[in-house]
């Protein structure tokens, strides 16, 4: 059996909603609430939702880049959710993260050697030569030749500063590596090649990830298992097949409907939502889903469904499946 990398339970993200003349609190944006993960090493997670369900804020509260409100963060069975900065640090190593935008998450004032040589100098792994000679052979390892190290980041194009971005994140040789939506700024053709690249080094290195994507055919070509978030909670999570092929939750099937297929003749059923998502500082109450549903009920309106366990490890949080 896999050893259990990552367990996430009952986690919560809130953002305080200050007044404009004495900026007290009045309010609270609830980013993440109440999500529940599971991740054995090894695996790839994926993360789905709409723009605004929490996927970013989740994947960066589980790295302590942004402070949990609430809630407990296993890694590597250690409890690193109350962890003070100092005992932070060395997590680092083993956790990682690669950002949606390459360009701005490199510094364009550096050489991408110096990029790349700077997480073995502050976490004083090496130094001069040495951290050279390892950011030459990151660089290797991720498709671009050693003497890349030279230039700076706006050389390059959109889908080499990923990879870019990617061997910075490899440099420590972490466990974990987080991507937040890492193709979504590059054209169609890049995108099938750094997720093919993300594939190989999983391999090579024994990597374990979660995916944040709002595409599920990014997710669909590489995930183990996915969960759907909406509005700061997964409502269904399960193994890629199941998920994609026997979809429970209403709003997974509206996603997966709005998929477009490749084949001119396949039709799908049009799933249509009514209205946007609301606010996550005034989630509505019972099913936060309820105001889109097509298939709500009137309890839905009134109380919060619980999660239900169905048979292969699929999971969903809907009152049609009562638990």
Do not use: W
């Not at 990029?115 to 290797?140: K, N, Q, S, T, Y």
């Not at 019972?286 to 490890?313: D, I, V």
């Amino acid at each position: 059996m896999a050893e259990q990398l990552l367990r996430v339970r009952n986690l919560r993200t809130y953002f305080p909603i200050l007044s404009k003349v004495l900026r007290r609190p009045v309010g609270h944006v609830r980013a993440v609430d109440g999500v529940d993960l599971d991740l054995a090493a090894g695996e790839v997670l994926g993360i789905v939702g709409e723009s605004g369900s929490g996927k970013t804020t989740t994947g960066k509260t589980i790295l302590r880049l942004t402070e949990p409100t609430d809630g407990e963060i296993l890694f590597e069975s250690r409890d690193i959710t109350r962890l003070p900065q100092r005992e932070i640090m060395p997590l680092r190593q083993r956790m990682q993260i690669v950002f949606q935008d390459p360009m701005s998450s490199l510094n364009p004032r550096m050489t991408v050697g110096r990029i790349l040589a700077a997480p073995f100098e502050i976490h004083g792994v090496a130094r001069g030569a040495e951290a050279r000679d390892r950011a030459a052979a990151l660089l290797r390892l991720v498709g671009l030749p050693a003497e890349a190290a030279q230039r700076y980041p706006h050389e390059f194009s959109g889908g080499q500063r990923q990879r870019i971005g990617i061997a910075r994140a490899l440099a420590l040789r972490p466990r974990l590596i987080i991507g937040d939506e890492p193709v979504s700024a590059l054209d169609v053709s890049i995108q099938a090649q750094i997720m093919n690249l993300l594939k190989r080094l999983q391999g090579e290195l024994g990597l374990t990830y979660i995916l944040i994507s709002h595409n599920l055919g990014v997710v669909s070509h590489i995930c183990d298992r996915v969960a759907v978030m909406y509005l700061g909670r997964v409502v269904e999570s399960g193994p890629r097949e199941a998920l994609f092929f026997d979809p429970k939750h209403p709003y997974t099937e509206a996603l997966l409907a709005a998929v477009p297929s490749p084949d001119p003749g396949h039709t799908r059923r049009r799933v249509v939502l009514g209205g946007d998502m609301p606010s996550p500082a005034n989630p509505p109450g019972g099913c936060a889903f309820h105001p889109r549903c097509p298939r709500a009920m009137a309890r839905c309106a009134q109380e919060a469904p619980a999660t239900t366990t169905l048979p292969g490890g699929h999971m969903v949080a809907c009152h049609l499946y009562p638990a």
